[in-house]
Structure formats: C-alpha cells, structure tokens
Nanobody
Framework: QVQLVESGGGLVQAGGSLRLSCAAS????????MGWYRQAPGKQRELVAT???????NYEDSVKGRFTIFRDNAKNTVYLQMNSLKPEDTAVYYC?????????????WGQGTQVTVSS
C-alpha cells in the first residue's frame, strides 16, 4: 500500500508564495514520474507540473516562470514552489506519483490541499 500526503496549502495574498510538499510512503521500490495537478471550482482537474525520476520537468503554460517543481528521491517527496501567486491559481492541488512497489506498477494520488489566493 502506498500513500501520498500533501502539505503546505493555505491562504495567501496575490503576489505571495507558498511551497507544497507531497511525501510518498509505504511499500515503494522506486518512483518514476511525479506531478502536481489542480482543480478549481467548476473546472476539470488540470496538469500544473511534472518531474521525472531524473528531474526533467514540464510546466503548464500559465505557471511557467512562477512555479518550480523539484523532488528529493531519498525522501520520496515532491515539492512545488509557487511564487507570484495570482487569484486564478486558487484551487485544490493534488500530487500524483507513478510508483513501483510490491504490487504492480500503479499511479497514486494525494488527498489534495487547498490553495487560496486573495486579490
């Protein structure tokens, strides 16, 4: 069994910063891609950023230059540093991981953490 636990969400004013963390735990041999997604009220979940095991990254266009995804493989943790936050970044943020564990390779999701940016 693998669990992803997110932390770091909260309320921040526009222009501010937050850092999200997501720690994977359980029966893990290795983790391939990790990523952050978000879902705003009334909208579909969308990709924010992904990072491979070798730390190649990919970003959604609206966050490029403001958000940075990075990971600590020794801690099975992925981070999302969010700077210059805008009200349109308000959403529930979910982490995602492609995990090789005791069972078959599988994709896991965290429970989500709320990020609210006030104008």
């Amino acid at each position: 069994q693998v669990q992803l636990v997110e932390s770091g969400g909260g309320l921040v004013q526009a222009g501010g910063s937050l850092r999200l963390s997501c720690a994977a735990s359980g029966s893990i041999f290795s983790i391939n891609d990790m990523g952050w997604y978000r879902q705003a009220p009334g909208k579909q979940r969308e990709l924010v950023a992904t990072i491979t095991a070798s730390s190649s990254t990919n970003y959604e266009d609206s966050v490029k230059g403001r958000f940075t995804i990075f990971r600590d493989n020794a801690k099975n943790t992925v981070y999302l540093q969010m700077n210059s936050l805008k009200p349109e970044d308000t959403a529930v943020y979910y982490c995602n991981a492609d995990v090789y564990g005791l069972g078959p390779r599988a994709e896991y999701w965290g429970q989500g953490t709320q990020v609210t940016v006030s104008s």
